[in-house]
């Protein structure tokens, strides 16, 4: 997701609506969940009038100064923020975070939505979940991530056994003649194999 200007967007009512199968909301596709976030027109971008006098300028700079340091502040946040929506939608999928971002930005340029339910997450976090949730049946739809760990670990002990296992053939030792022993040499013999 990229850090861009939040938008002043309307939110959808908190209150939880039913899903139009009669199931489980959670059940609800992505796409469904976004279309709350459907907007006709695009936000109008904000400048700063120019200063009308060079009295005025000190006052500008100043402001410029606070804008962009609130910006620098807003960026800090919402990298934290995204870290938090990616380690969640990764859940327990054995991939990299980096991945897991990479395809959460790719999502959000796919469909604008997403970007306004990511701005909008906090006034209303049960919708958010409803859409991380889809997120994540998404990801791992598209990485099969129904992963068998079990079958994982064994390939991986077995692979690392054949790894570590020696390539010599082992030295045989000589035969040993057991008619031509004594007695007690043979019960010596006897005792050193076991």
Do not use: C, H
């Not at 976004?34 to 200063?51: D, F, G, I, K, V």
């Amino acid at each position: 997701m990229e850090n861009r200007e939040d938008p002043v967007v309307e939110q959808p009512d908190a209150t939880a609506t039913p899903s139009p199968e009669g199931g489980d909301a959670q059940e609800q596709d992505l796409d469904s969940l976004l279309a709350t976030y459907n907007t006709s027109e695009p936000s109008p971008s904000e400048q700063p009038a120019p200063p009308a006098s060079a009295a005025d300028d000190r006052l500008a700079a100043f402001e410029k100064r606070v804008v962009e340091l609130e910006k620098r502040e807003s960026n800090a946040r919402s990298q934290a923020d995204i870290l938090e929506v990616v380690k969640s939608v990764r859940g327990e999928m054995p991939i990299d975070e980096a991945l897991v971002e990479a395809y959460l930005q790719v999502e959000a340029n796919k469909d604008p939505r997403l970007v306004q339910a990511f701005t909008g997450r906090r006034q209303n976090p049960e919708q958010w979940k409803k859409i991380e949730a889809g997120l994540t049946k998404k990801l791992k739809a598209s990485i099969g991530a129904d992963i068998d760990r079990t079958a994982t670990d064994t390939r991986n002990a077995v692979e690392s056994a054949v790894r570590s296992a020696s390539t010599r053939t082992p030295v045989e030792d000589a035969p040993v003649d057991t008619a031509s022993m004594s007695m007690g040499e043979f019960e010596a013999y006897k005792q050193s194999l076991r």
